[in-house]
T-cell receptor, first 112, second 113 residues
Framework: SQQGEEDPQALSIQEGENATMNCSYKTSINNLQWYRQNSGRGLVHLILIRSNEREKHSGRLRVTLDTSKKSSSLLITASRAADTASYFCATARQGGSEKLVFGKGMKLTVNP | KAGVTQTPRYLIKTRGQQVTLSCSPISGHRSVSWYQQTPGQGLQFLFEYFSETQRNKGNFPGRFSGRQFSNSRSEMNVSTLELGDSALYLC????????????FGAGTRLSVL
């Protein structure tokens, strides 16, 4: 079964607005990662946050992690049309098998 | 460094046939993972190879198999294709273990008619 669940499943915003995506998971994790996928292509890694970190930034991206609530959020600030893509969270379980488990993804549309 | 290369990019097969997909990881990466992506099921983990050994396996039937060569290149094989095997098959490589950052290829789009 999927470990991560992104919310909302789809989001449509205007260029310049901020986009927030949430991810919930079920078990203790080693790390949580966010990936982006442009239509029909491979996934691109965006950011990794470890279980002992609470917040991380990379350019216009800000990721938070709340292990007590088993949730993470990805904030994209000042969105651009090029940010239109599907976004996935992926978790690596703590102490479990070392594979990454991906959520079903969230479709972000940024309108020019 | 060259990225992850998957070949072919597109494949059309008929039911009952078999297919082999190829993946060349980033130079120096020893872990190769395979995923199946469909609109209904999302991204499903197939298996992971490390140093020519299968280290993890997802919940797929035995028709799905893979292998890894000494140069870390990997192949996956699907025998007796079914219509439901139509999907985007993605390969990803990482430095040591699959829980690290994964670098994905562009995928192979398989259509089963």
């Amino acid at each position: 079964s999927q470990q991560g669940e992104e919310d909302p499943q789809a989001l449509s915003i205007q260029e310049g607005e901020n986009a927030t995506m949430n991810c919930s998971y079920k078990t203790s994790i080693n790390n949580l990662q966010w990936y982006r996928q442009n239509s029909g292509r491979g996934l691109v890694h965006l950011i990794l946050i470890r279980s002992n970190e609470r917040e991380k930034h990379s350019g216009r991206l800000r990721v938070t992690l709340d292990t007590s609530k088993k949730s993470s959020s990805l904030l994209i600030t000042a969105s651009r049309a090029a940010d239109t893509a599907s976004y996935f969270c992926a978790t690596a379980r703590q102490g479990g098998s070392e594979k990454l488990v991906f959520g079903k993804g969230m479709k972000l549309t940024v309108n020019p | 460094k060259a990225g992850v290369t998957q070949t072919p990019r597109y494949l059309i097969k008929t039911r009952g046939q078999q297919v082999t997909l190829s993946c060349s990881p980033i130079s120096g990466h020893r872990s190769v993972s395979w995923y199946q992506q469909t609109p209904g099921q999302g991204l499903q983990f197939l298996f992971e190879y490390f140093s020519e050994t299968q280290r993890n396996k997802g919940n797929f039937p035995g028709r799905f198999s893979g292998r890894q060569f000494s140069n870390s290149r990997s192949e996956m094989n699907v025998s007796t294709l079914e219509l439901g095997d139509s999907a985007l098959y993605l390969c990803a490589s990482s430095l040591f273990v699959a829980k690290n950052i994964q670098y994905f290829g562009a995928g192979t789009r398989l259509s089963v008619l």
